[in-house]
């Protein structure tokens, strides 16, 4: 089974085949997840905000999140990243297949080994071979797919200052999200193989010509969603394969 995690702008996954609603209880809370078939492959989708849009990226419950996809049976996780654009060469609706992240969130549970000493190994934070078939798909696909960035995840739920947004890009950051982080780490803590493609919605604070405007980026999203899920399902269908 693939864990599908969504962010903002994508809610429900058109296609899905007999779809079925579940409630997962996990230590951490109840999780809502849809199970069906998705490209001929098993998948539980979860849109990480709900389905209404409805929980701030610093109170999402990552940990029930990546518990309850893990309870379900996911062998692996995609995920989108909606980010604004930090690197000047990223345009509106670019895809970005990422394969680093800054964390600059606080206050956030990011640890299923709160009670014990457990290190975990984050050298490469976003499983390769989960990355090499995004990148096949989007080649037999001709969808543009820029291999390699660094997300730099922001707490929210405010945007960033073009002060902030400056030293970011002094870090070596090329994107700027509120939810990428934890998410990678716990899945990393389940041995859950996780990757993300960022979704570049607007470029971010002080580098566009004009303030940050939340049409303007759901205009983006709806223009990107068609070649995004077509990345995503091309990817579903060779894991389907492979597992077979």
């Known amino acids: 089974m693939l864990g599908l995690i969504t962010g903002s702008g994508f809610y429900d ?3 899905i085949e007999d779809a079925v609603d579940c409630q997962v209880e996990t230590p951490y809370g109840t999780v809502s997840l849809v199970q069906g078939s998705w490209r001929g492959c098993p998948v ?3 849109p990480r905000h709900g389905a209404d849009h409805s929980v701030p990226p610093q109170n999402i419950p990552y940990r029930a999140n990546l518990w309850a996809l893990h309870e379900a049976g996911a062998r692996a996780v995609f995920a989108t990243a909606v980010s604004g654009g930090i690197n000047l060469g990223y345009r509106n609706g670019e895809l970005v297949l990422i394969d680093q992240f800054i964390n600059l969130t606080h206050g956030r549970e990011d640890t299923f080994f709160d009670k014990e000493v457990r290190h975990t190994d984050m050298t490469e934070p976003y499983d390769g071979d989960l ?6 798909v989007a080649v037999s696909e001709g969808i543009d797919l820029v291999d390699g960035g660094t997300y730099v995840c922001a707490n929210g739920p405010r945007f ?4 902030e947004i400056s030293m970011y890009a002094g870090f070596g950051g090329d994107l700027v999200g509120m939810t ?7 899945a990393r803590e389940l041995d859950l193989p996780y990757a993300a493609v ?10 566009g010509a004009e303030e940050l405007s939340l049409d303007a980026i759901w205009a ?5 969603a068609e070649p995004l899920l077509r990345l995503l399902g091309g990817a579903a269908e060779r894991l389907a394969r492979r597992w077979a």
């Open 160 to 163: 960033e200052t073009p002060a």
């Open 220 to 224: 983006v999203l709806n223009d990107v």
């Open 13 to 15: 996954l058109p296609g």
């Open 180 to 186: 990428g982080y934890p998410e990678v780490a716990l």
């Open 44 to 46: 539980a989708f979860l």
């Open 198 to 207: 960022g979704v570049v919605s607007n470029p971010a604070a002080g580098l």
């Open 131 to 136: 990355r090499q078939a995004l990148s096949e």
